[in-house]
Nanobody, 128 residues
């Protein structure tokens, strides 16, 4: 079973960048597909991006495409989300999530129900 801890959130101004990190422990990190989600009060958790076990493929929600980059370092058991040109509407709690992979599929997952493990979240606030 993997444990996930996010960090790197904070209060930033619109137009700036921020990098979130997710440290994994207790499992074989390279066997998990990983994802980032976000949530604001009163709204459902929203998919941001996902990366495959190997890091070879990734997928982004439309609002993240071109501004955010998901990456992973399997040697460091770490997942990252580099966010650029931040907007006030990016304000949310950001969660990393892990899904136990299969040997025959090295891909990404888009739905929160696809993921088995979640971190506690890190708050990102973007001021205008």
């Amino acid at each position: 079973q993997v444990q996930l801890v996010e960090s790197g959130g904070g209060l930033v101004q619109a137009g700036t960048s921020l990098r979130l990190s997710c440290a994994a422990s207790g499992g074989t990190f390279s066997s998990y597909a990983m994802g980032w989600f976000r949530q604001t009060p009163g709204r459902e958790r929203e998919f941001v991006a996902s990366v495959s076990r190997s890091g070879a493929s990734a997928y982004y929600e439309d609002f993240a495409s071109g501004r955010f980059t998901i990456s992973r370092d399997n040697a460091k058991n770490a997942l990252y989300l580099q966010m650029g040109n931040l907007k006030p509407e990016d304000t949310a709690i950001y969660y990393c999530a892990a899904r136990a992979g299969t040997a025959w599929y090295d891909g990404y997952y888009l739905k929160s129900d696809d993921y088995n493990y979640w971190g506690q979240g890190t708050q990102v606030t973007v001021s205008s």
